[in-house]
């Protein structure tokens, strides 16, 4: 339910003309999801008959929600397609992949309410595959049980249509449940559906831990006995019980009951601390050959890592082996011939490595005439022209942040390739808009990885290593903000200079022409990227240029919201100062001037200003929320340094009471925060710093991490009375 179960933001009107051949598979679907929801609602699974709500999970103070059951029931299928191709006979493989959750959640508070009060899912797509069409279908269904026992099942003629994508052929549902209210208990399903041809289907997640207390949950999987079966439990998860049917296919079942831990809503990843299993499925027919992990028809239960693992470095062999075959490799070397060139002159290894990192990157941001990009081909790419400049590295394998760890890997797709010089540098595939060479993301630190140390022949060799972790120092927001008073509404000019990992969501804001021209500088391109295109190739730039700086206009509007948690009254100027493209300046910094209406009010003759709301909005903790089971997870250190400067308006003096109540000092284990605030002149001058030690915390610094958050967040009130 994690993904399909999605609050719908905005009803949007209904498109009421259909094509016949539109109206004709509108017809097909309507009947399949009449008799689906028909054939759910029949179902007499007890756990759907039960609607008795143990006390203490009817107490909102306690739970916001409760989930009274949830039940999987999922599968594979496997089938032979024959086809005519020129009148010789072709065979196909279908595969069909099914998936329904089923739940039953009593609405304890008005959060709860809205979040189930709408859904938006898509109901069929179709898309041409060789012979044959795949097709995706999903279903959603919801009833109401009231608190006398009434069940209210939603009509269908509730639900809103919407076409979208070319030709208008993907089609969602919009779904507003009316007469909904705060203790009612709703029972939903969602069904999800695809058909593929000669490819494995998407593999299936099976959570075990919600945002909500679950009372029991079940898990059903039935797959096909031509299949391999590999699948992992993490933390915790419960294992399968592994059974075969009469039909000799494999069926797999876990449960799970009473499960009163909820998943906290601040810095925490579940695939890394919430029970869940992943279910992968591999028809050895269409799967790659290098893949020899899957070559027998089992189930491999927590199989050990390294044998996927070899399968990765099987694929890493075949492309290392056929890279000047790839139809980009002549067009990387053309664009980057001055790169390749000046990397042959460097004495220092490392910043040859840099400039070629950097080159390629640009060249497939933008020059890849043949759409290939991909982050396992940049470092190969990468690799072949390292080889090229004879310069030593080594190729690392991990996971990212939003994967298994390495040494519980259960598919090789997960993994990410980077690239070690000799001299300790890492180039990993860009996770960010104008990534720096040479600085490790932040959803590979402190992660296990292999590092290769020989890729050839029969055998590949790796020893396992944790990737570094950066510090606070490393990861700076330095952020320096000049406020003045104009009538009621405060003017601010804000500037804010990142590094490390404090930049990689922020650089988004950045357009393409901006990034390009610090690729062409840094590059020291003699041509800048507009002169070395033409035709419609230049047309189509100078367009797509021209609507990113009119959007980049609206994403300021949407930083400024998002750092105040405000929208500007106005926005009077915006601009980018430093990409953080070149290794030797890699601080992205921006400056935005904006007004702010309603923080300053006048007392009597005096003024009243809001000064602790212009470190920006912070973190707020309430409710069961401050009780935390579950350890901390941050991603990373981190050092935010505010120098805020108010002018104080002619005739006006800072009443001494207020700014002793500037003055704040929180220091512990976990970090710090604290300011100062000072008179200079006509200036009233505010120093704040926040830092967090770490990435990761256990549950037992919980306590002195509330009082950081804490600290900052009762900051923000503060507030400044200017006497007359």
Known sequence: MRQSMIKCLALLVMLLTLTPAHADDEKKYLKFA?????????????????????????????????????????????????????????????????????????????????????????????????AFTDEHRQVLGVRVIKPDGRIVDVNTDDYMTTREGKKDKDVSHKLAVPGLEVGDILDIFTYDELVVHDRNVPHFRFWFLEEYPILKQKVRCVIDKKFTVQYRTLNGAPDFASSIDDEGNTVLEAEVNNVNKVEPTLWYNP?????????????????????????????????????????DLNFMKADKKIIKEYLDWPENKKQMKDELATAKKLADKEEAAKLIYTGLLYTYRAFDKYDTYSPFRLMLMMSEMLDMRDIPYQ????????????????????????????????????????????LLPACFQGRRAAVVNKLKGDKSQSDMVTLP??????????????????????????????????KES????????????????????????????????????????????EDQQDDFKEEIKGYHDQAAASVISSEILGTGINPSEPAFVYKTRYTMDGW??????????????????????????????????????????????????????????????????????????????????????????????????PVSQWQDLLQIIDAADEFTTRQVVFKK
């Open 395 to 438: 190729f690392v394998v991990t996971t990212d942040y939003e994967n298994e760890p390495l040494d519980q890997l259960i598919y090789n797709g997960n993994t990410s390739w980077l690239i070690k010089t000799e001299g300790g540098t890492y180039f990993a595939p860009p996770t960010y808009q104008g990534t720096t060479a040479g």
């Open 600 to 697: 300053v009010k006048r007392a009597g003759s005096n003024l009243v200003v809001s000064a602790g709301k212009l470190i920006g909005a912070q973190s707020k903790v309430e409710g069961s929320d401050r009780r935390r089971t579950f350890d901390v997870n941050r991603r990373c250190p981190a050092l935010v340094r505010w120098n805020i400067t108010i002018n104080v308006p002619d005739g006006y003096q800072v009443s001494q009471e207020s700014l002793a109540k500037l003055q704040q000092q929180v220091k512990n284990s976990a970090g710090e925060f604290n300011a100062t605030g000072s008179i200079e002149g006509n200036r009233l001058t505010l120093a704040v710093n926040m830092r967090y030690n770490k990435g990761d915390y």
């Open 271 to 311: 695939i890394e601390q919430s029970p869940v299993t992943l279910l992968y499925i591999f028809d050895k027919s269409v799967t790659n050959k290098q893949m020899k992990s899957v070559k027998n028809r089992d189930v491999q239960a927590n199989p050990d890592f390294s044998s996927i693992l070899a399968d």
């Open 506 to 549: 922020i650089a988004t804001i950045m357009t393409d022409e901006q990034e390009f021209d610090a690729y062409d500088q840094y590059l020291e391109r003699k041509k800048p990227y507009m002169e070395r295109i033409s035709g419609g190739a230049k047309k189509g730039a100078t367009q797509k240029f021209a609507k990113e700086r």
């Open 34 to 130: 009449a008799e689906l929801r028909e054939k759910v609602w029949s179902d007499d699974d007890p756990m759907f008959k039960n609607y008795t709500c143990p006390q203490q999970y009817s107490d909102p103070n306690v739970c916001s929600a409760v989930i009274l059951a949830s039940c999987t029931d999922a599968g594979v299928t496997r089938k032979s397609r024959f086809y005519m191709t020129l009148w010789i006979p072709q065979t196909s493989k279908q595969l069909g992949r099914h998936e329904l959750n089923r739940m039953l959640i009593k609405l304890n508070d008005a959060a709860a309410l809205k979040k189930f009060s709408e859904f938006d899912y898509s109901t069929f797509k179709k898309a041409r595959s060789g």
């Open 469 to 502: 972790q950066s510090t606070a120092d490393d990861n700076v927001n330095q952020v320096t903000v000049n406020a003045s008073i104009d009538g009621m509404a405060m003017d601010i000019e804000r500037t804010e200079s990142l590094t490390g990992a404090m």
